[in-house]
Nanobody, 128 residues
Framework: QVQLVESGGGLVQAGASLTLSCAASGRTFSNAGVGWFRQAPGKEREFVAGRSANGARTDYRDSVKGRFTISRDNAKNTLYLQMNSLKPEDTAVYYC?????????????????????WGQGTQVTVSS
């Protein structure tokens, strides 16, 4: 079993930055594909960023490329999402997820169905 706990959300103005953290316990992140998703009210959960299990590949949805960065600290067993130049359309509940055991060590999982473990979510609200 893997337990994931997100933190770092909040209310910010457009243009600001936030860093979300996702602490894992129960298993190590080092062999897991990991990702961040978000869900706005009335919308489906959507892929934001992901990292392959071997750490060699990352992928982002187009609207966040160049602004968001996913990273992983294996020593702390923690996943991060650095979000810069935030926009009101980034407002959502953000979830971290782990694909463990990873279905592929080299590919980035981009659909919710590929992930086995989820955090409880953290709210990010960006005001204009």
């Amino acid at each position: 079993q893997v337990q994931l706990v997100e933190s770092g959300g909040g209310l910010v103005q457009a243009g600001a930055s936030l860093t979300l953290s996702c602490a894992a316990s129960g298993r190590t992140f080092s062999n897991a594909g990991v990702g961040w998703f978000r869900q706005a009210p009335g919308k489906e959960r959507e892929f934001v960023a992901g990292r392959s299990a071997n750490g060699a590949r990352t992928d982002y949805r187009d609207s966040v490329k160049g602004r968001f960065t996913i990273s992983r600290d294996n020593a702390k067993n923690t996943l991060y999402l650095q979000m810069n130049s935030l926009k009101p359309e980034d407002t959502a509940v953000y979830y971290c997820a782990a694909d463990y055991p990873s279905r592929s060590s080299v590919l980035v999982a981009i659909t919710p169905y590929e992930y086995d473990y989820w955090g409880q979510g953290t709210q990010v609200t960006v005001s204009s």
